[in-house]
């Protein structure tokens, strides 16, 4: 229907025929039907509303990111059906408004929420308002991704410097280290002993330190992983045996449920010591005292591997929820706060993902997930059919 049109039917009404009043009313019914069945089609979220801001059309996009029901949203404010949204301040004629929204319930998404103010030709108050609403989840995570993977490659870098400067005076420390121990030789024995006793503690002490330097590089280095098939369950075996003194000492029980038959994976079996290392640490040092288990558990579907590390130790409470992948975030006096991070780093780079869940004063659960590498296509549940829509 051109635009115009109305307005001329409008002017000589009173001169039209019954009949042909029916016929354009009918034509404007169908018009409307159409453009709905348009925008229910729509991915994007669509919300019309009056000049106050009730709802006068809602397609079912929208209610799906906002967990509204179409039937009871109609006619009610846009601010009582979706709470937080301050109407007083987005709600302004002549201006439009986009703005980044997390949405909590009954998803967790973000969205980019879209305002602008259908205006009439004449200047004066708007005819209502057009929300558009796309969901930017994706992207936002991806984005969030990039910001990481740049700190952690900062941070690396920091490391890295640090850990070169402290280096080379330990080696010069302890090349006059040797040269004193030399020149001890030549004094009698009875003078020799406790220096050389003192001398051995000196050296034994800049070796440590030599040694966590070298372990810190080698964990913030970013090294590509070199990918071999190996049994996944080595490298665990590998880690326990290291931390066994610590875990002995401390009588945690290890309770190891291993699948039987797993495949061999795809990984680098350095990194992935790593991996259990600090998770298998991580989980100690949440027990309390002595005692305490840890359970560890591996399983393979038909596309990946499932490795649990859970703990029934203090658990980690909501506000620390968010920040457990943050570099230096850590709750411990002696920590690095780079343990989760590292692992993340490493599963992804092997396509992988880190999942935790945690209960506070129960315990947590660290779930890796490792795609099987063999296969490279993996068949996806049907998708839903598209609904077909029915233009008449
Ligand atoms: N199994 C767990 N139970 C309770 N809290 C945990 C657990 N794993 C991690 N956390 C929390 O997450 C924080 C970050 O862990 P992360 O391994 O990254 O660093 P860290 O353990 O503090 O330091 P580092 O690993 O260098 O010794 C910890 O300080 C702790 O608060
Ligand atoms: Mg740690």
Not at 114 to 136: C, H, Q, S
Request: aromatic share 6%; net charge negative.
């Amino acid at each position: 229907m051109k635009s115009g049109f109305l307005e001329k039917l409008v002017a000589r009404l009173d001169r039209v025929e019954p009949g042909e009043i029916q016929q354009i009313v009918t034509r404007l019914i169908r018009e409307k039907g159409f453009l709905e069945k348009v925008f229910e089609a729509l991915r994007e979220g669509v919300i019309l509303l009056d000049p106050k801001g009730n709802i006068g059309f809602v397609n079912q996009a929208a209610c799906r990111f906002f967990g509204l029901d179409p039937e009871r949203a109609l006619g009610e404010p846009l601010a009582s059906q979706v709470r937080g949204l301050d109407w007083e301040t987005l709600g302004k004629p002549g201006r439009t408004v986009s703005r980044d929204i997390e949405v909590l319930y009954p998803e967790h998404l973000f969205l980019n929420f879209y305002l602008a103010p259908i205006d009439e030709e004449t200047a004066g108050e708007p005819l209502g308002f057009v929300v558009l609403i796309r969901d930017i989840t994706r992207s936002r995570a991806e984005e969030q991704e990039t910001i990481e993977s740049e700190r952690l490659n900062a941070l690396t870098l920091l490391a890295a410097g640090v850990a070169h400067e402290i280096g080379n005076p330990l080696n010069s420390l302890d090349i006059h280290l040797q040269l004193l121990g030399r020149k001890l030789r030549k004094l009698p024995p009875g003078d020799r002993a406790p220096l050389e006793s003192n001398l051995a503690t000196a050296r034994g002490e800049i070796q440590r330190l030599d040694t966590i330097l070298k372990q810190f590089l080698q964990a913030v280095r970013p090294t590509l992983p070199r990918r071999e098939r190996h049994d996944l369950h080595a490298p665990l075996h590998e880690s326990l045996r290291l931390l066994e003194p610590e875990l002995q000492a401390r009588q945690i029980s290890v309770e190891l449920d291993l699948s039987q038959n797993l495949p061999p994976a795809h990984i680098d079996p350095g990194q992935f010591q790593q991996v259990f290392y600090n998770l298998i640490r991580n989980a100690y040092q949440a027990l309390p005292g002595k005692g305490g288990r840890i359970t560890i558990r591996t399983r393979s579907t038909d596309y990946e591997f499932r490795v649990s590390v859970e703990d029934d130790g203090v658990g980690i409470s909501p506000e620390h929820m968010g920040a457990l992948f943050e570099p230096y975030h850590t709750t411990k006096s002696s920590g690095t706060g780079l343990g989760l991070l590292i692992v993340r780093r490493i599963l992804r780079e092997h396509g992988g993902e880190i999942e935790i869940e945690s209960q506070e004063n129960h315990g947590t659960r660290v779930l890796l997930r490792l795609p099987r590498s063999e296969r490279s296509v993996r068949l996806l549940a049907a998708p839903e059919p598209d609904p077909v829509i029915d233009l008449d």
